[in-house]
């Protein structure tokens, strides 16, 4: 594992040559610095203890040593690259290679009694040799030396996996967006319908999800002249930032007069009617055009829900000009509309008696669990993060209702709400198991000091209640709300506590709320041919139980939920 100590070094060492290189294109440093500390990263801690300099270790930088048949690329073997013009001369270069750098790399031992080993993989990002047919003078020159002509031949590379992917207009891209190219970079595809779980594995994770990981590692370090960065405290990731708006036509308000405006994904109503909606536009909510065109009655615009930018297709005949006197940037909700500040109101817990333990073999109240030996989210790592997350999942365990009577469903009653809360509960998120009743936000808001009492300030929260609960208040609690199933099932699987709600036409029956959790080689999402998550992995409590599973497809939208929502916590 490459530790935080070497993608410092490596980021602060090279910043200079790494924004010079990225700037002008959709890669940033952070983003070229996953694929060297994939590539090589291994490397750097053996010879930085060693003392080399910074240009010993990137001319010291090669590996791969495999050949036939754990090899089917050129050149599989020594006779395989001698066959070839110049051969030799590659050859004797790629084995005193391999011998200088097993001089300060531990595990490299065999290559002096081995003498036809040598390496396929050169410079910092390891370009590999079977480019030698095509550019033997990079090798033979031995360019991937310097680490200006190693990381040039990278952009090279990227920029070419980037017009594989599709992506080549586009002025940025997302980090999920880049460890596809990354993926294609190692692969040369991408296989949307795997995911992440593509590329080389090495025993324990795939390519693409040690980028993944790398790249938000390395977006908490901060370098001399680089971008401010937040740092998470244990347990707690970063969330990537929103998709900053891209629209650029005129301002429109939603005009509805009843009820609220459905965000669609095409410019049509599917069948059922819920199926390609993706948000709903309260009356009254500003929106932006793109252009200034119908397509099939609707419009395309954006909106700003809870600081997150929904893009789709909205029915014209309700929609209104509503242009400003001055220019509007970024989109930004109506001033009644915008949630609380940060703790405007306390978080409240279900007091209880001295000595009592609420466990999960005994049927659920408002009580938060308090049971000795509760797991957490801990670590400073994505990795970290999923494994105290799976640790989670494993104490509550919801499928296992004989023995968690807690979550166990009974008559018409069902527990998605209470697993929910202490699941986040013992994520070190706050998710309400009761909350304050009206009057009592009305006396705090007024400057009093108000107890918790049940029935009397507090009341239980079911599904539907907590779906309106983060609406108001969840993102002064840290929650941000998620446009699409593919970013949450990302978010999940960088270690930040992730969930889908929904609410109910019939707001005395049950709503529902299932978390998303991070995938592993024996539970994962369901995803579409082109790659879009179209199931999350997700664990809850209900009607069903289980640990993990994908579940039904979109159940958030039945016709049975009046609104659905997705939000994430870092």
């Not at 001399?224 to 969330?239: I, S, W």
């Not at 036509?249 to 199926?275: C, F, H, N, Q, Y």
């Not at 296992?400 to 009577?405: E, I």
């Not at 790659?531 to 579940?551: C, E, I, K, M, T």
């Amino acid at each position: 594992m490459v530790k935080t100590s070497d993608m410092r070094w490596f980021k602060e060492t090279f910043w200079a040559e790494l924004k010079a290189a990225t700037d002008g294109t959709v890669f940033d440093p952070d983003m070229v610095s996953a694929i060297a500390c994939q590539e090589t990263g291994s490397l750097w801690a053996p010879m930085r203890d060693k003392g080399l300099s910074k240009d010993e270790i990137v001319r010291l930088c090669c590996g791969d040593t495999l050949d036939a048949p754990n090899r089917s690329a050129f050149p599989k073997t020594r006779g395989h690259l001698e066959a070839e013009p110049r051969g030799k001369e590659m050859f004797n270069i790629a084995r005193k290679a391999l011998l200088d750098m097993s001089e300060h790399v531990p595990g490299y031992g065999f290559a002096k009694k081995r003498k036809n080993k040598f390496c396929h993989g050169y410079g910092v990002f390891q370009l590999d040799l079977q480019f030698f047919k095509v550019e033997p003078e990079y090798f033979l020159e031995r360019r991937y030396e310097q680490f200006s002509e190693t990381l040039g031949r990278a952009m090279r590379e990227l920029k070419s996996c980037q017009k594989k992917r599709g992506l080549q207009d586009r002025t940025s891209i997302t980090d999920f967006e880049f460890v596809t190219i990354a993926i294609t970079y190692n692969t040369g595809r991408f296989r949307p319908n795997k995911g992440l779980k593509q590329g080389h594995f090495d025993g324990a994770k795939h390519y693409g999800e040690h980028i993944n990981d790398f790249v938000a590692r390395l977006r908490q370090i901060a370098v001399p002249n680089g971008p401010a960065v937040v740092v998470p405290d244990d347990g707690q990731t970063v969330l990537p930032p929103p998709h900053a708006p891209q629209a650029t036509g005129p301002w429109l308000v939603v005009d509805t007069s009843t009820t609220t405006l459905r965000l669609r994904s095409e410019p049509e109503v599917s069948s059922p009617a819920t199926k390609n909606v993706i948000a709903d536009l309260p009356d009254g909510w500003p929106v932006r055009a793109f252009g200034t065109k119908s397509q099939n009655g609707f419009r395309e615009v954006e909106a700003d829900l809870s600081g997150t930018v929904f893009r789709g297709f909205a029915f014209a005949d309700f929609l209104a000009d509503a242009t400003p006197a001055a220019p509007l940037e970024p989109i930004t909700p109506l001033e009644p509309l915008e949630p609380p500040a940060k703790h405007a109101v306390e978080p409240v817990w279900m007091p209880r008696k001295s000595a009592m333990i609420t466990k999960r073999t005994e049927q659920a109240g408002a009580h938060s669990l308090n049971e000795q030996g509760m797991p957490g989210r801990g670590g400073t790592t994505p990795e970290m993060l999923r494994a105290s997350i799976h640790d989670v999942i494993a104490f509550l365990n919801p499928e296992s209702t004989a023995q968690h009577a807690r979550y166990a469903p009974r008559g018409r009653l069902t527990f998605c709400n209470i697993y929910a809360h202490d699941f986040c509960a013992l994520c070190g998120v706050y998710f309400p198991r009761v909350w304050w009743m009206e009057g009592a936000l009305g006396a705090i808001a007024g400057g009093s000091e108000v107890k918790p009492l049940y029935g009397n300030t507090v009341k239980e929260m079911r599904a539907n209640d907590l779906f309106r609960w983060l609406a108001d208040y969840g993102s002064g609690f840290g929650w941000q709300r998620i446009a699409s199933t593919t970013e949450l099932q990302n978010h999940a699987n960088l270690g930040a506590v992730c969930m889908i709600i929904a609410r109910r036409k019939n707001d005395g029956a049950s709503g529902h709320v299932s978390m998303v959790v991070p995938e592993t080689e024996n539970h994962r999402a369901r995803r579409l041919p082109g790659g879009q998550v179209s199931a999350p992995l997700q664990s809850q409590a209900g009607s069903r139980n289980f640990n993990y599973d994908a579940g039904r497809t979109d159940w958030w939208k039945s016709d049975k939920f009046a609104d659905s929502a997705m939000w994430a916590h870092a």
